[in-house]
């Protein structure tokens, strides 16, 4: 069974903060990851995809994998009371190309 | 503009009837693929399919079923076997063969059965 696990939070840090959201799976197969915003009652979004060892700066968004200790990260810098949303990361494995999700991160940026 | 849509946004159903919610995508893409999402929950995968004329069932198949018989349309079918229906419904598909590409989600569909 493939997993992937993320802390439920909510995760609360003020305006201008840095957010940090973790998630780590089980499959060491797995090649590709993505980190999903989702605000409430509406649909997932990409905001960021990582496919190599280390960071990938997007804006204010860092992705960060780490496959040997197998955890995905998302940083998202000067946090704003928009950034608020449930944050899903999403791992596909090569062989079977079906994403798998994470429960989500709730994330509350308050003023 | 490509993208995909499902409809209608809202279904509200008496519990014993069967309802299909509606997949349509023009982005070209091979695979498509059905979640399920309940409150504090993440995605569940239901169904999915890479080819036309081929799915397969995901985690949570039962009480559910589904049909390729074009490129561009995924129909879910809620049945009255499906014990607990009432969830907010994900269409999303992807380009076929690619693991690294990411998932196009429509808008959701919030099934609604008492």
């Known amino acids: 069974q493939k997993e992937v696990e993320q802390n439920s939070g909510p995760l609360s840090v003020p305006e201008g903060a840095i957010a940090s959201l973790n998630c780590t799976y089980s499959?060491?197969?797995?090649?590709?990851f993505f980190w999903y915003r989702q605000y409430s009652g509406k649909s997932p979004e990409l905001i960021m995809s990582?496919?190599?060892?280390g960071d990938k700066e997007d804006g204010r968004f860092t992705a960060q994998l780490n496959k040997a200790s197998q955890y995905v990260s998302l940083l998202i810098r000067d946090s704003q009371p928009s950034d608020s949303a449930t944050y899903l990361c999403?791992?596909?494995?090569?062989?079977?190309?079906?994403?798998?999700f994470g429960r989500g991160t709730s994330l509350i940026v308050h003023p | 503009d490509g993208g995909i849509t499902q409809s209608p946004k809202y279904l509200f159903r008496k519990e014993g009837q069967n309802v299909t919610l509606s997949c349509e995508q023009n982005?070209?893409?091979?695979?498509m693929y059905w979640y399920r999402q309940d409150p504090g929950q993440g995605l569940r995968l239901i169904y999915y399919?890479?080819?036309?004329?081929?799915?397969q069932k995901g985690d949570i198949a039962e009480g559910y079923s589904v049909s390729r018989e074009k490129k561009e349309s995924f129909p879910l079918t809620v049945t009255s076997a499906q014990k607990n229906p009432t969830a907010f419904y994900l269409c999303?598909?992807?380009?076929?063969?690619?693991?690294?590409?990411?998932?196009?989600f429509g808008n959701g569909t919030r099934l609604t059965v008492t």
């Open positions: 982005l070209n893409h091979d695979a």
């Open positions: 990582i496919y190599s060892n």
């Open positions: 999303a598909s992807k380009t076929g063969g690619a693991y690294n590409s990411p998932l196009h």
């Open positions: 999403a791992v596909d494995t090569g062989g079977s190309y079906i994403p798998t």
């Open positions: 499959d060491r197969g797995s090649q590709s």
């Open positions: 399919s890479q080819i036309v004329n081929d799915f």
